[in-house]
């Protein structure tokens, strides 16, 4: 029997396997905890690249990338992702205590680590997508869950529902640890897509940058 390398079936397992390697690569590269944001970034742009019918080589395009977002994808990162994690201790801090006042301080911080995790996740894609200097993206990751509210709760809930999934139901950890990641990622970028095309090139709203060369 002969197998036709090009088929859909086989094109199909081989992408499978890829977004296999590229999970698992993703999740060990973060290890150092510090290249989380560079990372993330690498993954958001070898993911849109997938979205938007560039398609490429996953996994060797995810290695170039996370050299080429080392500094701005962990900029991001201490930048958003350090008071969005104060945030989150401050919340669990307030809501241990009793009363009102405690408990309006605990759903504030919680209101504003969502906003800036939302923030984070744009600012990790906009240094994926765009050419743009990391103030810039920082800037227009900080503006974006305002103009985009209804994609920007989509952002939100996947990551977090994915985790949530994990916390109740401990043996969904595997699929995570294989696939979930990059797949979740692959969904976002859809999602990340329609907000770029939407706001490129928009002053009124936000700063336009060019797009990313790739190479």
Not at 162 to 170: D, S
């Amino acid at each position: 029997m002969r197998v036709d390398p090009d088929g859909r079936n086989v094109q199909g397992m081989t992408t499978f396997v890829l977004f296999v390697v590229l999970n698992v690569t993703y999740l060990l590269t973060c290890l150092p905890v510090v290249t989380i944001g560079a990372a993330t970034s690498a993954l958001f742009e070898v993911t849109l690249r997938y979205a938007d019918d560039e398609r490429g080589d996953l996994v060797r395009g995810y290695l170039r990338a996370l050299r080429t977002n080392l500094w701005r994808g962990t900029g991001v990162l201490l930048a958003l992702g350090l008071p969005t994690a104060m945030l989150l201790f401050s919340a669990v801090f307030w809501f241990t205590l009793d009363g009102l006042l405690t408990a309006v301080a605990g759903a504030l911080s919680v209101l504003v680590a969502t906003y800036l995790f939302a923030a984070m996740l744009y600012g990790f894609a906009l240094v994926a997508w765009f050419d743009a200097s990391w103030r810039r993206c920082l800037r227009n990751a900080l503006t974006l869950p305002m103009v985009e509210p209804a994609r920007t709760l989509g952002l939100v809930l996947l990551p977090v529902g994915g985790a949530c999934l994990v916390y109740v139901a401990p043996i969904t950890g595997f699929v995570a640890a294989t696939i979930g990641v990059s797949f979740g990622a692959y969904l976002l970028a859809l999602l990340l897509h329609g907000v770029f095309r939407r706001r490129q090139g928009d002053p009124s709203e936000l700063e336009p940058v060019s797009p990313h060369s790739g190479e």
